[in-house]
């Protein structure tokens, strides 16, 4: 289910699903959270799933700002304070 944010003065759409652990993925750029689509459902059912669309993308605002990893670290931040999440999951490939 999509729902809404403001971080810092932005408004920000994403999707959440499920309960446990937060994971929050973030897509590439060009993309939306829309991308994450056959992802969420499977793993909603081990953890609370957060999947924004990130500034400049998706339904999310558009602001004029500088766009870059530093920015975006900093959004990320700024969103997990937003929505009380004081840890996510941290990423790991089980391949190896």
């Known amino acids: 289910m999509d729902e809404l944010a403001i971080v810092d003065g932005i408004k920000v759409v994403y999707q959440t699903e499920g309960h446990g652990e937060p994971v929050i993925l973030l897509h590439g750029n060009g993309l939306s959270h829309g991308m994450w689509k056959y992802n969420i459902g499977p793993l909603s059912r081990r953890f609370r799933v957060i999947a ?5 993308f998706g339904n999310s605002d558009k602001p004029d700002a500088p766009y870059g990893v530093e920015y975006y670290v900093a959004f990320l931040a700024s969103f997990m304070d937003a929505l009380k999440i004081e840890k996510a999951a941290p990423c790991t490939n089980r391949s190896r």
């Open 52 to 56: 924004p669309d990130l500034p400049g």
